[in-house]
């Protein structure tokens, strides 16, 4: 193995180590405004909606609207359903625009409805608000792990179309 060696030319061009540690910072001011202000615009086009979540709420069916592939960027297991929904479609021949996902009953006593509980997490992921009372913040805790002992909700997820 040979060794390569510089030659003095090209020692004197390279920069010195402390140049070398010069760093440049960008900051764009209200990046985090205009993030959830656009994000927030995104939600009233109702055109980029592409499904609904579904949950029990008072004995009835109360749907969602609202634009899964954007929320279930950070719901591995959500984005996954709604994908295979979408396929599972296709390949029957439905060509739907929209995909209802329904969420399994994880109501428990003296906590908030599901619809509530929906509400606050929409409300989080537009707005970047998370404003909960003691019952609700129970409520999505329990709304998380479906039951004591048992595995979480989010692998339990399970798709009903609803017609």
Same mark, same amino acid.
């Given at each position: 193995?040979?060794?390569? +060696?510089?030659?003095?030319?090209?020692?004197?061009?390279?920069?010195?180590?402390?140049?070398?540690?010069?760093?440049?910072? @960008?900051?764009?001011?209200?990046?985090?405004?205009?993030? @959830?202000?656009?994000?927030? /615009? =995104?939600?009233? =086009? /109702?055109?980029?909606?592409?499904?609904?979540?579904?949950?029990?709420?008072?004995?009835?069916? +109360? &749907?969602?609207?609202?634009?899964?592939?954007?929320?279930?960027?950070?719901?591995?297991?959500?984005?996954?359903?709604? @994908?295979?929904? /979408? *396929?599972?479609?296709?390949?029957?021949?439905?060509? #739907?625009?929209?995909?209802? =996902?329904?969420?399994?009953?994880? *109501?428990?006593?003296?906590?908030?409805?599901?619809?509530?509980?929906?509400?606050?997490?929409?409300?989080?992921?537009?707005?970047?608000?998370?404003?909960?009372?003691?019952?609700?913040?129970?409520? =999505? *805790?329990?709304?998380? @792990?479906? *039951?004591?002992?048992?595995? &979480?909700?989010?692998? #339990?997820?399970?798709?009903? &179309?609803?017609?």
């Amino acid at each position: 193995m040979t060794e390569t +060696v510089a030659s003095p030319a090209v020692k004197e061009n390279l920069p010195v180590a402390e140049e070398a540690q010069e760093e440049l910072v @960008y900051e764009f001011e209200n990046y985090k405004d205009q993030f @959830y202000e656009n994000f927030a /615009k =995104l939600k009233d =086009l /109702k055109i980029f909606n592409d499904g609904s979540l579904v949950c029990i709420s008072n004995e009835k069916l +109360v &749907r969602f609207p609202c634009n899964i592939s954007a929320i279930s960027i950070a719901v591995p297991k959500l984005n996954q359903e709604f @994908y295979q929904a /979408k *396929r599972t479609m296709v390949q029957n021949g439905f060509m #739907h625009s929209s995909v209802d =996902l329904q969420l399994p009953d994880f *109501r428990q006593e003296g906590t908030s409805s599901a619809e509530t509980a929906l509400r606050i997490i929409f409300q989080f992921v537009f707005n970047a608000k998370f404003n909960v009372s003691p019952n609700d913040a129970l409520f =999505l *805790r329990w709304g998380y @792990y479906s *039951r004591p002992n048992q595995k &979480r909700y989010s692998e #339990h997820l399970h798709i009903n &179309r609803i017609s």
